[in-house]
Each structure stands twice: as structure tokens, then as C-alpha cells.
């Protein structure tokens, strides 16, 4: 299977990273998208994938940088002539988000106004998604492959369910945490993965920073965290993702994070830092993600 990264930032607009959204491919052509943050779907095209071809989505949690495309995707598709609904797997929530955008939601004009052509007409089952809110354990199974989840620890169960996922395909294990703090549920289902996707959203100087201002802590895996997990969990191979703008030399970013982030110490060098702090126990292959990173599994 192949995986590319689409979108590997966290909540800021980032002219130099897509939210978050990982694409898996498997050999036999079907594929599987996690998350679907800003400018996924751009990027999946960017990597000559044709949104229409993408069958099932699980979206970890509801976060904006996690779900702000899936209307755009949903949209693409059906102008793009998907045959049929898409499965939108996810948290409590998933039905009232899906609900709300298409036929009698935010986009009800443009539904009417497309499905007038006799030509949207004959895929409408394209824009109503299989919407199926899941619980941990087994959540998707078909002919090539198990889709499993868990809890993770990111923001309060009451106001949206975190999942971490499980994907087992062609004899080969993958992982992704979606927004977690360092939490024993995702090193089970990354126990001896062949590819851990983990997200890594700030350096510990700027978790510090964070908690001080108030921004919120408890919510991410420290890099230091992440190796440690890495090592636990056993796994072959770690990718490092969902990255929260620390590197940027953008001046808005640089500008509006002031509350977020010691906006003086941002740069390029802070991913130095990361790496040299997951580092301190993981020592396995280790790769920071780009946007469009393709990972053969
Ligand atoms: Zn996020
Ligand atoms: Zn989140």
C-alpha cells in the first residue's frame, strides 16, 4: 500500500502545510482517507487522485482542521461523477455535521442549483454520505481491509470523541493517532505497526509557553512523548505529522500566534528541535511529513 500525506499542519491557515488528511492507497488502486482538514482535497488532486475515487472517509474527531474540506470533497465528487455515496466513518456528532451541509444545510442553495442539471441528477446518492458513527473496536471491514479505532485523549469525550485508528491491509499494519495527548490506547493500536502516523503538534519549549498563556496543554504528544510511544509500541517506522506551525516564517502567522506560541523562537530550526527530542529514546526510522510525502508500505 502507499500512504500520502495531503495535509500534515494543525488549526492555522499555513500557506506552507494543508490541515490535516492522509490518503491510503492500497496496491489493487482502493483507497482510504483519514481526516479531511483545509486544502486535502486540493492536495489529493495535487497527487492525481480523483476525489470521486475515494470511497471511505473517517474523520477522528471534529476539530475544524479535521473536517473543514469534507464539504468541498463531498461536492468534487459528485460534480465528478462518483457513482454512488461515499462512507463517512467518525465519532458521536458525524450525522449532525454530515446533515447540515447538503440537502437542507449550509450548502442547500448550491445543492438545488447543481442537482437542476439532468446531469448531476443521475449520481444524487454522490452528496447523501454513508454517515456511520462508530465506537471503539472493529469499525470497517471489506475484502482488502480492517479498519479499527480507539479513544484517544485530546479534548473532553462530552464535546467531541478523539479516535486513534488501527488499518491492517495486504499483511501490513498501519497507524494513525489523529489529535492525541500520550495515552496507552494509541500505543495498543500501534503495537508493532509498520508505519506509525503520529501527530507531533509543538516542541516542548512552546508546550510550556502554552500552558503559561493559557492556550492549552494536555491536548498534544510532546516530541519527547512520541519517541517513547514509538518505542513502545514497537513499531518499524515512525512519521511525524499534524506539525503546529512552529517552523513558519509567515508574518500573519507570525502576527496572530503571539498568544499561542513564543512567536521569537519560531522557525525552521524548531523542527531540529523536535527531531533531537523524539530522538532521545526512539533511534528506528523517522521521517518529519510534508504535504504530498508519499510512503510505500
Ligand atoms: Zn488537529
Ligand atoms: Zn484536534
Known amino acids: 500500500m502507499r500512504v500520502t500525506m495531503l495535509g500534515t499542519g494543525a488549526a492555522f491557515v499555513d500557506p506552507d502545510r494543508a490541515q490535516s488528511g492522509i490518503l491510503v492507497t ?3 488502486g482502493t483507497h ?4 479531511c482538514g483545509a486544502g486535502t482535497t486540493h492536495n489529493m488532486v495535487r497527487a492525481n487522485i480523483n476525489p470521486a475515487d475515494v470511497g471511505v472517509v473517517f474523520l477522528t474527531h471534529l476539530h475544524h482542521d479535521h473536517i473543514c474540506d469534507f464539504p468541498l470533497f463531498v461536492i468534487t465528487s459528485w460534480m465528478w461523477d462518483r457513482p454512488n455515496a461515499s462512507v463517512v466513518l467518525g465519532p458521536k456528532g458525524t450525522k449532525h455535521f454530515v446533515d447540515h451541509l447538503f440537502e437542507g444545510g449550509a450548502y442547500d442553495s448550491d445543492f438545488r442549483a447543481r442537482s437542476a442539471y439532468p446531469l448531476r441528477q443521475g449520481n444524487l446518492d454522490a452528496i447523501r ?3 456511520r458513527e462508530v465506537s471503539p473496536g472493529l469499525v470497517y ?3 482488502n481491509v480492517k479498519i479499527f479505532c480507539d479513544f484517544v485523549e485530546h479534548i473532553p469525550r462530552e464535546i467531541s470523541e478523539c479516535f486513534g485508528i488501527r488499518l491492517e491491509a495486504e499483511g501490513k499494519v498501519i497507524a494513525f493517532s489523529g489529535d492525541t495527548a ?3 490506547a494509541m500505543v495498543k493500536l500501534a503495537k508493532d505497526a509498520d508505519v506509525l502516523f503520529h501527530e507531533c503538534t509543538f516542541p516542548e519549549s512552546f508546550i510550556e509557553f502554552r500552558s503559561k498563556s493559557g492556550a492549552g496543554t494536555h491536548a498534544h504528544t510532546p516530541p519527547t512523548a512520541l519517541g517513547k510511544i514509538a518505542v513502545e509500541a514497537n513499531v518499524k517506522r515512525l512519521v511525524a505529522t499534524h506539525f503546529g506551525h512552529f517552523e513558519s516564517t509567515n508574518q500573519v502567522i507570525h502576527k496572530v500566534g503571539r498568544h499561542h506560541m513564543p512567536v521569537d523562537e519560531m522557525g525552521p530550526h524548531v523542527m531540529d528541535e523536535v527531531v533531537r527530542d523524539i530522538r532521545r529514546s526512539y533511534d ?5 511529513a510534508y504535504d504530498l510525502l508519499r510512503i510505500d508500505v
Do not use: I, R
Not at 284 to 288: E, K
Open 26 to 28: 492500497l496496491d489493487n
Open 32 to 35: 482510504y482517507m483519514f481526516d
Open 129 to 131: 454520505p454513508d454517515v
Open 141 to 143: 471491514e471489506d475484502d
Open 182 to 184: 500520550p495515552c496507552e
Open 284 to 288: 528506528g526510522p523517522l521521517q518529519m
